[in-house]
């Protein structure tokens, strides 16, 4: 039910935006908080940031604070992740959940908050 795409090749310094779109009409985009996790090979899947139902809080990890920008258009039924500057630490596979929430201002750091997942996109940045 959410599917990322924007992912691919590019060089340190380069941006790139990851959109997270919902899919399905079961799916009410509008009462889930939605969060961007990144895994790197052999290792656990890591927070990268997070947005409220609403838009209006947004949660980032040290890592990407500063770098990295999220934000929603529920119009669309889409979350952004704008990074700038990217590192070649920043390759990984990028993943989007759906956290349902009844506040429309909480967010989560936390995987095991989120029970809906994509299927994630590669990012890969050369040096």
């Known amino acids: 039910q959410l599917v990322e795409s924007g992912g691919g090749l590019v060089q340190a310094g380069d941006s790139l935006r990851l959109a997270c779109a919902a899919s399905?009409?079961?799916?009410?985009?509008?009462?889930?908080?939605v969060a961007w996790f990144r895994q790197f090979p052999g290792k656990e899947r890591e927070f990268v940031a997070a947005?409220?139902?609403?838009?209006?809080?947004?949660s980032y990890d040290d890592s990407v604070r500063g770098r990295c920008t999220i934000s929603r258009d529920n119009a669309k039924n889409t979350v952004y992740l704008q990074c700038d500057d990217l590192e070649p630490g920043d390759t990984a596979v990028y993943y989007c959940?759906?956290?349902?929430?009844?506040?429309?201002?909480?967010?989560?750091?936390?995987?095991?908050?989120?029970?809906?997942w994509g299927q994630g996109t590669q990012v890969t940045v050369s040096s």
């Open positions: 959940a759906a956290d349902r929430t009844v506040s429309p201002n909480y967010v989560s750091n936390r995987l095991s908050s989120y029970s809906i």
């Open positions: 947005v409220s139902r609403g838009g209006s809080q947004q």
């Open positions: 399905g009409r079961t799916m009410d985009y509008l009462t889930y908080a």
